[in-house]
């Protein structure tokens, strides 16, 4: 009989905090029913002390999810827990995670506190979180630098409080396959009660063995891996949710566990997420990656057509590699357009915002008569933004691009319900465009990132744009699609925009307890 391993994505907590990476609310709940969908465990929806941004989006997300516990971290101190407490009280099952540095270097360097007080305050903060849920997981932070023994003595001291997962994070991605399972080993070993609760890893990918240090972790008794969609994350990000569920299922001769994972809704949740971040994933990334499953050499393509095993470990459609699937067409009328918007998870917020979607809907299936889910996705995320997070607004844009003259743009932008007009040459015709822009805005922010990558297939397919702006310490994604790539990167810069205009974006908790 094989074990459960426990999915703890972690994608709209621990991937939220790469750069750029904030989501809206709505975004947010979107990503998090993608993830119930796929029958993830946990879904840790946020750092509810973080702002009042983060409490809403997870008092909302506990609100929608039924079928995943729904988590907020707090460091261990009674503020962030009531907040996080507060925050899940809505869920069906909710779970608050509590943590708090155990190495020396962040104990003396960052807490500037002794162990026994850290001690202390985990015993503390476990009492607060068992006033609100009877699942409260304690993270050790940085324990992948912290000694042994001490890590014994905090977690025997945590479980005595009420903890029922005990997470060791390597926080900053420095442990080594061995070494680390070596330390699960030890840990189940010798903390008392060790079998009356989960162990959890939590993995950084800073020597690219995130995904590794889990799997060797889980072989040595972790029932618990967190990990992000794509491996989403702070610096080089964390174990990616989809390699995790796949090694285990693909290596379930090895493996003395099982996940609950509906695996043909990984490429779908990979898809949404880059999609909603900004963060491309690469084609020669493992499982999601568009090249995961193309055979490009002669002996290889010869092999897999005798037979598909040969060169093929699993199977696309088990991952949800699909063909585009033809879902509407310009005669699909606004039940269809939101039934399939339903099934895919999205639900608008009221008549109006459904309605501007669907007119949209209607001027692409115009352009193009092949609508797919990737098109849906592309067209709710434009689409989906409060008054306040559209300040300024796409009117009108021209562009002539010719040969050996300089592109020149003129634009129309609505700014705060007034209409201005801005024009500009530049290098090009988007160049050119932003240029345009700014000289309406005069926004002074750096571009970081422009790329484009085409929805679908076929030169009538949508272009995405992803601009990722800076400004004043503050990093955004804008994202904006259309068959008319210049006119993409004209919503997508707007949309970045309008992140560094709205106050979405929040000031970071800081690091004290
Ligand atoms: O990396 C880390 O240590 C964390 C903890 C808060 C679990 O993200
Ligand atoms: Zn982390």
């Excluded at 879904?43 to 009042?52: D, K, R, V």
């Excluded at 990334?285 to 057509?305: C, P, R, W, Y």
């Excluded at 063909?323 to 895919?344: D, I």
Aim: proline fraction near 3%.
């Amino acid at each position: 009989m094989k074990q459960h391993l426990v999915i703890f994505d972690t994608t709209l907590r621990d991937g939220e905090q790469s750069p750029g990476a904030s989501m809206t609310k709505e975004e947010k709940i979107r990503v998090a029913r993608q993830l119930e969908k796929m029958r993830v465990d946990v879904i840790e929806a946020g750092f509810a002390a973080a702002s009042p941004g983060d409490f809403d989006a997870i008092q909302a997300i506990a609100h929608a999810i039924k079928d995943s516990t729904v988590c907020s971290l707090a460091r261990a101190n009674e503020n962030d827990i009531r907040r996080a407490g507060e925050a899940i009280k809505p869920a069906k099952s909710g779970r608050i995670h509590t943590f708090i540095a155990t190495s020396p270097i962040h104990m003396e360097k960052k807490l500037r506190m002794t162990p026994d007080q850290v001690v202390e305050q985990a015993v503390k903060a476990i009492g607060w979180a068992r006033e609100y849920t009877d699942d409260v997981e304690f993270s050790a932070e940085d324990a992948g630098r912290s000694e042994i023994d001490f890590l014994v003595r905090i977690f025997d001291e945590v479980i005595k409080a009420g903890a029922t997962t005990i997470n060791v994070p390597d926080t900053v991605g420095y442990n080594i396959p061995d070494q680390y399972a070596e330390t699960i080993r030890q840990l189940i070993q010798r903390v008392p009660n060790a079998d009356k609760v989960v162990w959890s890893v939590h993995c950084h990918n800073d020597l690219g063995l995130a995904v590794a240090n889990s799997l060797g972790a889980v072989m040595a008794g972790a029932r618990q891996v967190e990990c992000t969609i794509n491996g989403l994350g702070e610096r080089a990000g964390n174990a990616s949710l989809e390699e995790v569920v796949m090694a285990v299922r693909t290596r379930s001769d090895i493996f003395p566990v099982e996940t609950r994972i509906d695996t043909t809704q990984i490429v779908p949740a990979s898809k949404l997420v880059s999609q909603i971040t900004g963060y491309p994933v690469q084609p020669n990334k493992a499982v999601v990656g568009a090249n995961a499953f193309a055979h490009e050499s002669g002996i290889h393509q010869d092999g897999v057509l005798k037979h598909r095993e040969t060169y093929e470990i699993m199977r696309a459609q088990d991952v949800g590699w699909t063909q585009n699937k033809l879902v509407l067409g310009k005669h699909s009328g606004r039940n269809a357009f939101k039934s399939r918007l339903l099934e895919l998870g999205i639900e608008f917020e009221s008549d109006e915002v459904l309605n501007a979607a669907f007119a949209r809907f209607k001027e692409l299936a115009d352009r193009k008569h092949e609508i797919f889910d990737e098109d849906l996705h592309a067209l709710v995320s434009d689409e989906v933004v409060t008054p306040d997070q559209e300040f300024y607004k796409l009117v009108y844009s021209n562009v002539c691009s010719e040969t050996g003259e300089m592109p020149f743009a003129r634009v129309i932008l609505n700014v705060g319900g007034v209409e201005k007009k801005g024009e500009a040459g530049g290098g090009g015709p988007v160049d050119a465009t932003f240029k345009a822009i700014e000289s309406i805005v005069g926004s002074g922010a750096e571009l970081l990132l422009y790329s484009v990558n085409a929805i679908t297939t076929g030169t009538d397919a949508q272009g995405e744009v992803t601009t990722r702006l800076a400004k004043a310490e503050r990093i955004v994604n804008g994202n904006g699609a259309d068959t008319d790539i210049v006119i993409a990167s004209a919503r997508s810069y707007l949309n970045a925009l309008n992140k560094l205009h709205s106050s979405l974006d929040k000031v970071r908790a800081q690091g004290d307890i």
